[in-house]
T-cell receptor
Framework: KQEVTQIPAALSVPEGENLVLNCSFT??????LQWFRQDPGKGLTSLLL?????REQTSGRLNASLDKSSGRSTLYIAASQPGDSATYLC???????????FGSGTRLLVRP | DTAVSQTPKYLVTQMGNDKSIKCEQN?????MYWYKQDSKKFLKIMFS???????INETVPNRFSPKSPDKAHLNLHINSLELGDSAVYFC????????????FGPGTRLTVL
């Protein structure tokens, strides 16, 4: 059974700092891993999707890496801004099904 | 142009009532999903439809009945609402199976009094 864990549960950093969010999964036989952002009271915004054959993906100040063998992914945010404050969720498909298994998220606060 | 839209955004109702939430996507995707986010913010899959056919039905009470009139729409009907149904319900869509990105709607916050 696939389980997804995110550490830390909450993170507070000053503006401008580079930071890393962690995601781990128990079953390394994944198709891909997706990172989302959720703002309070809002829906989920897809940030990055890494296929199992890839090691990393970049979008602007965001860089996501994937190490299937160790069951880990990281989301690196460079030069953080107050607008980056949100909850960040990672998710992996379960087996070959259409289900996404979500982590519990990391709540990020970037202080001005 | 909203990619995945849901109506209503907020729904407040009494216990025992029946209500529906509608979802539409204009991305040309063939797979749609319903997720539930509980008070602890944990997201869990409820249903998935591919080309209007049900392919995932998690252990959800049969008071919840999804309906997909076409590939662009997936509605969720809930009978005999209970206090524990209070949550945020998200619709999502993707093209094909698990190798592709899922896009989410803005959510419907359901409050059962």
């Amino acid at each position: 059974k696939q389980e997804v864990t995110q550490i830390p549960a909450a993170l507070s950093v000053p503006e401008g700092e580079n930071l890393v969010l962690n995601c781990s999964f128990t079953d390394s036989a994944i198709y891909n891993l997706q990172w989302f952002r959720q703002d309070p009271g809002k829906g989920l915004t897809s940030l990055l999707l890494i296929q199992s054959s890839q090691r990393e993906q970049t979008s602007g100040r965001l860089n996501a890496s994937l190490d299937k063998s160790s069951g880990r992914s990281t989301l690196y945010i460079a030069a953080s801004q107050p607008g980056d404050s949100a909850t960040y969720l990672c998710a992996v498909p379960m087996d070959s099904s259409y289900k996404l298994i979500f982590g519990s998220g990391t709540r990020l606060l970037v202080r001005p | 142009d909203t990619a995945v839209s849901q109506t209503p955004k907020y729904l407040v109702t009494q216990m025992g009532n029946d209500k529906s939430i509608k979802c539409e996507q204009n991305l040309g995707h063939d797979t749609m999903y319903w997720y539930k986010q509980d008070s602890k913010k944990f997201l869990k899959i409820m249903f998935s439809y591919n080309n209007k056919e049900l392919i995932i039905n998690e252990t959800v009470p049969n008071r919840f009945s999804p309906k997909s009139p076409d590939k662009a729409h997936l509605n969720l009907h809930i009978n005999s609402l209970e206090l524990g149904d209070s949550a945020v319900y998200f619709c999502a869509s993707s093209l094909g199976g698990p190798i592709n990105e899922q896009f989410f709607g803005p959510g419907t916050r359901l409050t059962v009094l």
